[in-house]
């Protein structure tokens, strides 16, 4: 079992701080830190103003969530990294010496699903709404595999 997930993107704004909010929600049958990080952070920005929209009318706190940029640091120990896209993986693998290959993964594969989630940046509320949708069906399968402790490395 992990002792720590972390879902990264572009910004640390967006998917990944919903991600990490929905799976605290899902609840997990052990304890474990949920993070969200971004791998171009020059400085903490506030969540997406329709990621926040979405995030609340679906109850989910907002209450501290800042972009923080992903770090040496936040790779060690018995850590999984889930990005929302390949590129954002094979990102970390590259920017970390130390990333292992086998504890960073694109969530969409992870899970089994096919397409990754898409990045609503810059598009309607309607989008918003549908990636938190997809984010929700998809950590859903992430919960059902980490309680099963059938772990793809």
């Known amino acids: 079992m992990y002792d720590k997930i972390i879902f990264a ?7 990944e701080i919903m991600a990490a909010a929905i799976l605290k929600n899902l609840g997990l ?6 993070l969200a990080r971004g791998l171009v ?5 506030p969540l ?3 990621a926040e929209a979405v995030m609340i009318s679906n109850g989910l706190s907002t209450e501290g969530c800042m972009s923080s940029q992903l770090t040496e640091d936040d790779l ?21 010496a130390h990333a292992d290959s086998n ?12 397409i990754e989630v898409m990045d609503p ?11 938190y949708e ?11 595999i980490l309680d099963k402790g059938v772990f793809y490395e």
């Not at 060690?76 to 390949?86: I, K, P």
């Not at 504890?103 to 096919?114: I, M, N, P, R």
Request: proline share 1%; net charge negative.
């Open 9 to 15: 993107a572009e910004s640390g704004n967006c998917r």
């Open 29 to 34: 049958t052990w304890n474990i830190e949920i």
């Open 41 to 45: 952070v020059l400085f903490p920005e």
């Open 48 to 50: 997406n103003q329709k």
């Open 76 to 96: 060690q120990g018995n850590v999984l990294v889930l990005a929302m896209e390949s590129k954002h993986r094979d990102k970390i693998l590259e920017l970390f």
């Open 103 to 114: 504890k960073v993964h694109v969530l969409s594969e992870y899970v089994g699903d096919e």
């Open 121 to 131: 940046y810059g598009g309607t509320l309607q989008m918003y709404g549908l990636c």
């Open 134 to 144: 997809t984010l929700l069906a998809t950590l859903k399968k992430l919960v059902n």
